[in-house]
């Protein structure tokens, strides 16, 4: 079971990355998926979610516009389009799928490895 984060880089300002989250050993169709970044020095924050059916996002205050969270069932996979980048966008990007069922209940929580983004001025 793991997930696999790529697609991070060096970019200028302005620039595009397309990062994309790989689901193996399990599918990711019932999980709501997160990109969370950490910079040097601060705390790991919430950029971007997408709920299980893709019918809910979030984003936050400081990407809105900007990015934009899509996932590809077929695929097993999730991705966060990243535009006009900034300098503060500087970080290392993580993907979180998570899962829970009241009912059962069962929760499954996995984290992929980082992939870092820098934007340079």
């Known amino acids: 079971v793991q997930l696999q984060a790529s697609g991070g880089g060096l970019v200028q300002v302005g620039g595009s990355l397309r990062l994309s989250c790989v689901a193996s050993g399990f599918t990711l169709d019932y999980y709501a998926i997160g990109w969370f970044r950490q910079a040097p020095g601060k705390e790991h924050v919430a950029v971007s979610c997408i709920s299980s059916s893709g019918s809910s996002t979030y984003y936050a205050d400081s990407v809105k516009g900007r990015f934009t969270i899509s996932r590809d069932n077929a695929k097993n996979t999730v991705y966060l389009q990243m535009n006009g980048l900034k300098p503060e966008d500087t970080a290392v990007y993580y993907c979180?799928?998570?899962?829970?069922?009241?009912?059962?209940?069962?929760?499954?929580?996995?984290w992929g490895q980082g992939t870092q983004v820098t934007v340079s001025s």
């Open positions: 979180n799928a998570d899962y829970l069922d009241l009912e059962t209940p069962v929760a499954a929580n996995y």
